[in-house]
């Protein structure tokens, strides 16, 4: 059973940092692109940033120079560095990973609540 469990998510004070984690379980970690999305109230859900397995990242305009994506692949977690925090960053950030085969579906995590005040 494929498990992914964020963490991380919090209130802080525009300009802060948090560090979001997702811990993975069953299925092979390495050989997946996995990403990063949000969802405000009363938007749709968005892309945050993504890492492949070889471990490229790409990121949202919004987010690029502030949020860094990173795995580890030993640990099976991956990770979401953000910096310079902006009250418009509030959202529930849900980890996902991309599937592979076609017998699967994406697989998401049950979200974390990240707040911003401004």
């Known amino acids: 059973q494929v498990q992914l469990v964020e963490s991380g998510g919090g209130l802080v004070q525009s300009g802060g940092s948090l560090r979001l984690s997702c811990v993975v379980s069953?299925?092979?970690?390495?050989?997946?692109?996995m990403g990063w999305y949000r969802q405000a109230p009363g938007n749709q859900r968005e892309l945050v940033a993504t890492?492949?397995?070889?471990?490229?990242?790409n990121y949202a305009d919004s987010v690029k120079g502030r949020f860094t994506i990173s795995r580890d692949n030993a640990k099976k977690i991956m990770y979401l560095q953000m910096n310079s925090l902006k009250a418009e960053d509030t959202a529930v950030y849900y980890c996902?990973?991309?599937?592979?085969?076609?017998?699967?579906?994406?697989?998401w995590g049950q979200g974390t609540q990240v707040t911003v005040s401004s």
């Open positions: 996902n990973v991309e599937r592979k085969f076609s017998y699967q579906n994406d697989y």
């Open positions: 069953g299925i092979t970690f390495s050989i997946y692109n």
């Open positions: 890492i492949s397995s070889g471990g490229s990242a």
